[in-house]
T-cell receptor
C-alpha cells in the first residue's frame, strides 16, 4: 500500500522487557514523526526526523526511549525496561515538508505492558 | 500544560443537522491549525486546515473558523452524516515548528 505502515499492530509485553516498534513512512516523505496516545489523552509528540538532520528528541519522556531512522526511510522506536505507564498506542506519521503541515499517520501499534 | 484544549469530550448530533466542534489554544506562536478525524483502530486522517492569516476555510461539508483574538477555532460539519461519527482532534503548529500539538479529542456521534 501507499500509506504509512506500522508493525506490530499489537504488542503485549511484560514489565521490564524491551520492545521495538517499526514504522515504514510513505515513499519520498522526508519527515517522520512518532507520537503516542495514552488512554483518554490526545496525541503526545515524541520525536521527529527530517532528512539527515539531527532528530528532535524533545518529546521523549525518558532515556528508556530511543528511535532510529535508517537510510532516511524506516524508523524503529525502542523502549527499554518497559513500565506499565508506557502502555499506549504509538503512532508514526510522515510528511513531505517541515512546519507541521499535513502529516499522514499509520494505524498505530497498541502496546500493553503487563 | 495543555496548549490545545478540546473541552467537550463528546457530542451527539442528529443526522442532517450541524455539528460544531470547538478548540481553544494558549500559545500565541501557533500559526497553523489542523483538524484530524480518527476511526477506531486506525490512525488519524487529515480533514481540513487553516492558516493564521485567514479566519475561515471551507471544504465541502467542512468549514473551519479561526478567531485569533479569542484563540479559538471551530469545525462545522453541515449536514452531519452517520459516517462522520469518529473522534476529532484539533492540532496546532508553531511558526517554523516541526511537530503538531494535539487536543484530547472530541467523540462525535451522528444519530440516524
Amino acid at each position: 500500500g501507499a500509506g504509512v505502515s506500522q508493525s506490530p499492530s499489537n504488542k503485549v509485553t511484560e514489565k521490564g522487557k524491551d520492545v521495538e516498534l517499526r514504522c515504514d513512512p510513505i515513499s519520498g516523505h522526508t519527515a517522520l514523526y512518532w507520537y503516542r496516545q495514552s488512554l483518554g489523552q490526545g496525541l503526545e509528540f515524541l520525536i521527529y526526523f527530517q532528512g539527515n538532520s539531527a532528530p528532535d528528541k524533545s518529546g521523549l519522556p525518558s532515556d528508556r526511549f530511543s528511535a532510529e531512522r535508517t537510510g532516511g526511510s524506516v524508523s524503529t522506536l525502542t523502549i527499554q525496561r518497559t513500565q506499565q505507564e508506557d502502555s499506549a498506542v504509538y503512532l508514526c506519521a510522515s510528511s513531505t515538508s517541515t512546519g507541521g503541515y499535513e502529516q499522514y499517520f499509520g494505524p498505530g501499534t497498541r502496546l500493553t505492558v503487563t | 500544560d495543555q496548549q490545545v484544549k478540546q473541552n467537550s469530550p463528546s457530542l451527539s448530533v442528529q443526522e442532517g443537522r450541524i455539528s460544531i466542534l470547538n478548540c481553544d489554544y494558549t500559545n500565541s506562536m501557533f500559526d497553523y491549525f489542523l483538524w484530524y478525524k480518527k476511526y477506531p483502530a486506525e490512525g488519524p486522517t487529515f480533514l481540513i486546515s487553516i492558516s493564521s492569516i485567514k479566519d475561515k476555510n471551507e471544504d465541502g461539508r467542512f468549514t473551519v473558523f479561526l478567531n485569533k483574538s479569542a484563540k479559538h477555532l471551530s469545525l462545522h460539519i453541515v449536514p452531519s452524516q452517520p459516517g462522520d461519527s469518529a473522534v476529532y482532534f484539533c492540532a496546532a503548529s508553531a511558526i517554523g515548528g516541526n511537530k503538531l500539538v494535539f487536543g484530547a479529542g472530541t467523540i462525535l456521534r451522528v444519530k440516524s
